[in-house]
Each structure stands twice: as C-alpha cells, then as structure tokens.
C-alpha cells in the first residue's frame, strides 16, 4: 500500500462518511486539523473569496486524491477509521 491513498490516510486525510455535504473534503480535512466541519467550511469560502480560482481547482483534485472512510475499512478492516480517528463521530448504525 504505497499509493496515493496510503500516503493520505498515513497523514490524516480521509473523507468521512458522517458530516458530508458535497464530497466530504471539508469533512475530513476539518478532522485532519481538529476543528467542526462547519468552520473549514467557512474557512473554506473565505479562501476562495480571497484567491479565486485556486480552491475551485484544488477541491475537486482533493475529493479524487482522499481516500474515502470505505475504501480505509476495506484494507484495513471495519474498526480501521474509529482507531485512526478517535475524536470523530461514531457512524450511525
């Protein structure tokens, strides 16, 4: 597991499948700096506000690149994102 994905979920990256709105990229960077959701989402708007363009590109290139929590719990087992994250919600049953 030397790929992309492997490299991301090493260093905190995954979109979650709780507390998404589009791709889950604001959810799981939000996890990854230890704030709400809602507040990188704002952050989120500033930036691109203050630079167009940049977040327009980067979004859609981060929602490919993160693995998505399924793709975590597929090689790594069902309990692989609760140990990797344990401040995160607990998915609803």
């Not at 996890?31 to 691109?48: F, H, K, N, Q, S």
């Not at 309990?79 to 607990?90: D, G, Q, V």
Request: proline residues 10%; aromatic residues 12%.
């Amino acid at each position: 597991m030397n790929g992309i994905y492997g490299f991301m979920w090493r260093h905190g990256l995954v979109r979650p499948r709780e507390g998404r709105v589009l791709g889950g990229v604001c959810a799981g960077l939000a996890r990854r700096v230890g704030i709400g959701d809602w507040p990188m989402r704002w952050l989120a708007l500033i930036v691109l506000v203050v630079l167009p363009g940049t977040p327009v590109l980067l979004y859609p290139l981060l929602w490919v690149l993160l693995p998505h929590q399924s793709w975590l719990e597929r090689w790594h087992g069902p309990e692989a994102y609760s140990r990797a994250f344990p401040l995160a919600p607990a998915a609803a049953a």
